[in-house]
């Protein structure tokens, strides 16, 4: 009986996925509605991103401003999750989103340092946010906003987690964003919204 508890508990262990925090902030001076979550302005202007370089050797789908990537695994279809996620939006009278590489840069990068690092988190590597990353793959916003999670095995997981939760819908279905990118790797996934 001990034995059959151990292996129940250990199954139950691993089946554990994780949404992470969601992260927005817009630049000072901006005049956008973020949907009440304001990330504040830019505190850190040093994009030093420890040597992080997405790879970037395949071509990811019908996008504006595509430099291309390899962007995660097989379990990984950028424009699965754009059709997702603009249904969403739909649903709340927000326009379609575009996919953008600088935004699919900055999102690989957080997700491959947060792959490095074993955890889930929006600050990189001495201590960039979003911004800052978005930024340093050469996107020009007056808003953004982070997405992240842990452990979801598939596209429509990981959507649907952000789906069900509050912040991180609010940052999904935001009418203000019209551009968005993301990453995936090793189960570490990360959303960017821009505009």
């Not at 935004?103 to 690989?108: D, F, K, T, V």
């Not at 095995?153 to 987690?161: D, S």
């Amino acid at each position: 009986m001990v034995q059959l508890k151990s292996l129940i508990s250990l199954s139950l262990v691993g089946l554990v996925s994780f949404v992470g925090g969601h992260y927005s902030q817009s630049k000072p001076g901006a005049s956008i509605n973020l949907g009440g979550y304001n990330g504040g302005d830019l505190v850190n202007t040093n994009f030093n991103f420890g040597g992080y370089q997405p790879k970037r050797n395949k071509s990811y789908g019908n996008n504006q401003n595509s430099g291309g990537g390899n962007y995660g695994s097989s379990n990984f279809d950028i424009n699965l999750m754009l059709q997702l996620v603009n249904q969403e939006r739909g649903k709340y009278g927000a326009r379609p989103l575009s996919i953008n590489g600088d935004l699919m840069q900055a999102a690989q990068m957080q997700s491959e340092y947060q792959a490095s690092i074993n955890t889930m988190t929006h600050s990189g590597p001495g201590g960039n946010q979003a911004g800052d990353r978005v930024t340093q793959c050469g996107f020009n916003w007056s808003g953004v906003a982070e997405n992240v999670a842990y452990n979801q095995q598939t596209v429509e997981e990981v959507v649907e987690c952000w789906i069900n939760s509050p912040p991180h819908h609010e940052n999904l279905v935001n009418p203000t964003y019209n551009v968005f990118g993301a990453g995936m790797s090793n189960l570490y996934w990360t959303q960017v919204f821009a505009c």
